[in-house]
C-alpha cells in the first residue's frame, strides 16, 4: 500500500489504498483536507503541492489543469486533492489558508518536511 503524507500542522500520514484520490486518502486518515465544491474539480481549496513523488500521482487531466491556470497554480508541483490519484509513496504540503501564496514555509515546517523526508528514506519493516 501507499504511503501518503500531508504536511500541515494537522497532518496526517498513513497507508492508504493505490487509486485513491489524495483526497479520498486524506479522509481516510482522518485529515480534514478542504473541498468547498463537494470534490468536483471546480474550485481549487483542496489544492496541495506536491514535494515528494510527484511521479506517484496519476497525470494531470485537461480539467485539473485548465482549472489551475485560471487559478494561476500553473507550476507542475500544484495538483488538486480531488483529481491526483495515488500510485505510490507521496508527500505533500497542504496550505494553512484557502490564498497562502505557493512555497511559503517557514522554519519550523521546513525542519518537519525534512525529518518526514528522511523517515520516508528508511526501509519499511
Do not use: Y
Request: net charge negative; aromatic share 4%; charged share 30%.
Amino acid at each position: 500500500m501507499p504511503k501518503v503524507t500531508f504536511l500541515h500542522p494537522e497532518g496526517k500520514s498513513g497507508d492508504v489504498t493505490r487509486g485513491q484520490s489524495l483526497l479520498e486518502a486524506a479522509e481516510s486518515l482522518g485529515f480534514p483536507l478542504n473541498h468547498d465544491c463537494g470534490g468536483n474539480a471546480s474550485c481549487t481549496t483542496c489544492r496541495v503541492e506536491v514535494q515528494v513523488g510527484e511521479d506517484n500521482l496519476s497525470e494531470i487531466d485537461f480539467d485539473e489543469q485548465d482549472l489551475l491556470d485560471r487559478e494561476a497554480l500553473s507550476e507542475r508541483w500544484h495538483r488538486l486533492g480531488c483529481q491526483a490519484r495515488v500510485l505510490g509513496d507521496v508527500v505533500v504540503r497542504v496550505p494553512e489558508q484557502k490564498w497562502e501564496a505557493p512555497g511559503s514555509m517557514d522554519r519550523e515546517k521546513v525542519e518537519e518536511l525534512q525529518r518526514t523526508l528522511a523517515e520516508i528514506g528508511k526501509p519499511r519493516s
